[in-house]
C-alpha cells in the first residue's frame, strides 16, 4: 500500500482524502447524476465502489430495503472473486472470517446396505494450483458489507441512498441527462413520495425480477423449472462426521444434499434434494416447510441424525435457467447503429441453480466489467463505443455458466444407480474445476482485447483471460511479491514488460521501449492529460530476468520510475527482478526474448506483444483512448 505521497498520512490509508463530487456530498439524491445504479447486491456494490474511485464522477446507488442486507441467500466465493477483492483492498480480511473449502467429499450409497450413506471419495478442491487465493465460504452481506467499506472510503465518499424502489425509466435523448428515471420512496415518513432523476448512465442491477430489464424490453428465454430444493443455512448437533466439509451426498432413494459449511464454526447449509416439480404444481413445493425440508435431509443422511437447533435462514426453489437476449439497451436489430445508455446485471439478466457457486462471483464481474468502462467514457478517456462490448462480452460468459450449470445441477440430481461409474461426480468435479473457480472465461477479440499473434512470447498469460499472478522480487525494497496483488481496482491499464536478458542501461530493448513510451506521440501515455501523475492512467512495471541484487535501478528506463503526487516523488515500486527458484519466466511461460503484457483495468489480459512492437502497442490503445496527444 502506497501513501505519504501527498504529505504525511497518521490516519487510516485505506481512507482516502474527499475528493471533486465526495467534498460536501450531498445526503439527498440529487435531482441528476452520471451513473444510477438500482439494486445493492454483489454487482451494483461492486460497480458502486469501482466507479467511487473517480472523482468528479456523480454515482448514486439506490436500494429499495431501509438498510444493509443482514442475511444474503449467496454464500460460494470463487478464487477469481478473492483475486478481485485483493484489487479492492480487503482480501485478507475477509479471508480471516470466512470458511475455507480445501477438499471436497463424495457420499453415496453403501453397497452392503443401501439405505446408509458412505463416505466414496475424497477431491482436492484446487490441486492444481488454479490460483493462490483460496475457494471461501461466506456470507453475501459481508461481501455487500466490505464494498460498502471501499465506497465509503473512497474520493466520492459514496454511499447508498436506501428506501428508493425503481419504477421505470425513459430514454429522452435530451441533454447531457437522456434517461429519466422514476423512483418511489419505500421506507421512512415521507414514503409513497415520487421521485423523479436524470442519468447519464443506468446499471440495473435489481435481480430475477428487474423493473430495469422490464423498462428496456429486454426478454428472459431458457428452461423451465421442473427440480426443487430446500436450501437451509442452520446449526445442529450431529453424528455425520464430515458436517465440517464440503460433501455431495447422494442417498439410495431420498435424493441427494449438496452440504457446504459456513463460516464462523458452527453454521452450515444444506441443499437439499425435494424431488421433480409437477407440470400442475403451480408453486405449491414453494410451501414445504422448514421442517419438511430437516425431515427430508435425515432421511438422505441415514444411518447420520441432524438435530436442528437453530434456523437462520431457509427457502425453497425450483432449478431454472434462463438468459436475456441482451445485457442493455440497445436492440438486438439497432446494433451498431447507437451505443447503449441501460445495462443491466447478475440475477437482472441471467438466472440458474446456486448449487455451483457462480451466481454472485459472476454478478460481480458483470458489475467490474461495466463499472471500469463507463468511468472511462465519462472522463473522456474513451470513446462510447467501449459501452458496447459489455454486453458481447458478459453473455457469452453468463451463457457459458448456464451450460455448466445444467450440467452440474443435472448431476446433483440423478440417483446413484444412473450413473456408469460411482465416481462420475467426483471425477466431474475435479475435471471442470477450472470453470466453478472463475478462471473459464476468456474474452474473444474486440475494441479492448487483441488478438493472440504472438501468445507464444507469454503462455502462462493467454490473450483474453485473467491475469495470473506469479511471483517477483521488487528491487527497490528486496521484497518477494505476487506481481498481481500491486495491481488496485483504481482503472488503470497494466503494461508488465518483461525484459530480455539484458541488463537495464545497456541499450537493450527494454530501453528503448522505455523511451518510446515515455517520449513517442503514437505511445499510449501521450493521451494522457497534462496536470495528471505520470502513472495516472497506466500502470507501467517493468521485469528483468535478473534477480534484484543485480539490478540497479538508476540505470533502469525512467519511464518505470514515475513521478507522483503534488511533491513529484520517485515511485520505486514498479521495477522487479526475479525469485530463486520461484521464477517467474519459468512459472508463466514468458519468452527469454522478452514480451510485454497488457492487462485491462478488470485484470483480464488484453494483449502479448514483442518488446519492440511499439508500432502495434500504439494502434492497440489509438482506438481506447481518446486523449487529446501532444
Known amino acids: 500500500m502506497q501513501f505519504h505521497h501527498h504529505g504525511y498520512v497518521s490516519g487510516d ?4 482524502p474527499a475528493a471533486g463530487v465526495g467534498i460536501n456530498r450531498p445526503e439527498e439524491l440529487p435531482e441528476e447524476v452520471d451513473v444510477l445504479i438500482v439494486g445493492s447486491g454483489p454487482a451494483g456494490m461492486l460497480a458502486a465502489a469501482q466507479l467511487a ?16 442486507l443482514e442475511i444474503g441467500q449467496a454464500d460460494g466465493i470463487q478464487a477469481r472473486s478473492v483475486e478481485t477483492f485483493q484489487a479492492f483492498g480487503f482480501a485478507e480480511r475477509i479471508i480471516a472470517e470466512a470458511y475455507r473449502i480445501t477438499e471436497m467429499a463424495f457420499w453415496r450409497p453403501d453397497t452392503e446396505n443401501p439405505k446408509n450413506i458412505v463416505r466414496g471419495g475424497r477431491a482436492v478442491d484446487d490441486e492444481h494450483g488454479i490460483s493462490e487465493f483460496p475457494h471461501l465460504i461466506v456470507n453475501q452481506a459481508r461481501v455487500l458489507d466490505y464494498f460498502a467499506e ?3 472510503n473512497s474520493p466520492t465518499r459514496l454511499t447508498p441512498d436506501y428506501g428508493w424502489d425503481f419504477q421505470t425509466l425513459e430514454l429522452t435523448e435530451e441533454g447531457d441527462y437522456p434517461v429519466k428515471v422514476t423512483l418511489v420512496r419505500s421506507a421512512g415518513e415521507d414514503a409513497g413520495t415520487e421521485k423523479i432523476v436524470h442519468a447519464k448512465y443506468v446499471i440495473g442491477c435489481d435481480g430475477a425480477r428487474s423493473k430495469v430489464r422490464t423498462a428496456i424490453g429486454a426478454t428472459m428465454a431458457g428452461d423451465k423449472a421442473n427440480h426443487a430444493w430446500g436450501v437451509m443455512d442452520v446449526v445442529a448437533s450431529t453424528d455425520f462426521p464430515d458436517i465440517r466439509l464440503k460433501c ?3 442417498s439410495h432413494d431420498g435424493g441427494s444434499i449438496l452440504h457446504i459449511p459456513r463460516e464462523g464454526g458452527h453454521l452450515f447449509r444444506m441443499y437439499v434434494d425435494l424431488g421433480e416439480v409437477a407440470e400442475d404444481d403451480n408453486g405449491a413445493v414453494r410451501q414445504t416447510s422448514i421442517e419438511q425440508i430437516i425431515a427430508h435431509a435425515n432421511q438422505i443422511l441415514t444411518p447420520y441424525t441432524l438435530d436442528v437447533r437453530n434456523v437462520a435462514w431457509h427457502s425453497v426453489y425450483e432449478v431454472g435457467h434462463r438468459l436475456t437476449d441482451r445485457f442493455d439497451d440497445v436492440l438486438l436489430e439497432d446494433i451498431g447503429t447507437r451505443n447503449p445508455r441501460v445495462f443491466i446485471t447478475g440475477d437482472a439478466c441471467h438466472t440458474h441453480s446456486a448449487k455451483a457457486g457462480q451466481g454472485m462471483n459472476v454478478s460481480m464481474q458483470d458489475g467490474f466489467n461495466i463499472a471500469w468502462k ?22 457469452v460468459v453468463a451463457k457459458n455458466l448456464i451450460d455448466f450449470d445444467k450440467t452440474w ?3 446433483m440430481a440423478k440417483k446413484p444407480e444412473e450413473f456408469e461409474n460411482p465416481s462420475d461426480l467426483e471425477d466431474f468435479y475435479v475435471r471442470t474445476a477450472e470453470f466453478p473457480a472463475g478462471f473459464m472465461t476468456e474474452y474473444t477479440p474486440s475494441l479492448i482485447t ?9 503462455s502462462g498469460y493467454t490473450v483474453g483471460k485473467r491475469f495470473k499472478s506469479a511471483m517477483a522480487s521488487r528491487v527497490c525494497d528486496t521484497n518477494p511479491m505476487q506481481l498481481g496483488h500491486h495491481a488496485t481496482a483504481d482503472g488503470r491499464w497494466r503494461i508488465y514488460v518483461f525484459a530480455d536478458a539484458a541488463a537495464p542501461g545497456t541499450g537493450s530493448k527494454v530501453d528503448e521501449l522505455g523511451s518510446w513510451l515515455e517520449t513517442a506521440t503514437d505511445s499510449p501515455l501521450a493521451a494522457m492529460p497534462e496536470g495528471l501523475d505520470e502513472d495516472a492512467w497506466f500502470d507501467v512495471k517493468v521485469i528483468y530476468q535478473q534477480p534484484h541484487e543485480n539490478i540497479d535501478i538508476n540505470a533502469v528506463p525512467s519511464v518505470f520510475k514515475p513521478l507522483v503526487g503534488p511533491f513529484k516523488l520517485t515511485d520505486y515500486e514498479k521495477v522487479y527482478g526475479v525469485v530463486p527458484g520461484a521464477d517467474i519466466f519459468e512459472t508463466r511461460g514468458i519468452s527469454r526474448d522478452g514480451a510485454i503484457v497488457v492487462v485491462r483495468p478488470d485484470q483480464y489480459v488484453a494483449n502479448v506483444l514483442p518488446l519492440d ?8 490503445f489509438a482506438g481506447i483512448h481518446t486523449g487529446a496527444r501532444v
Open 13 to 16: 490509508p485505506r481512507i482516502k
Open 53 to 68: 474511485q473517480f472523482p468528479d464522477i456523480t454515482t448514486r446507488i439506490v436500494e429499495r430495503r431501509d438498510g444493509r
Open 150 to 152: 471501499v465506497a465509503r
Open 248 to 250: 455431495a451426498i447422494q
Open 374 to 395: 463507463l468511468a472511462h467514457v465519462l472522463e473522456g478517456r474513451s470513446p462510447e463505443s467501449l459501452l458496447s462490448t459489455y454486453s458481447a462480452e458478459r453473455q
Open 409 to 411: 445441477s443435472t448431476m
Open 450 to 458: 487483441g488478438e493472440a499473434s504472438h501468445q507464444e512470447l507469454a
Open 613 to 620: 512492437a511499439t508500432a502495434e502497442l500504439g494502434a492497440f
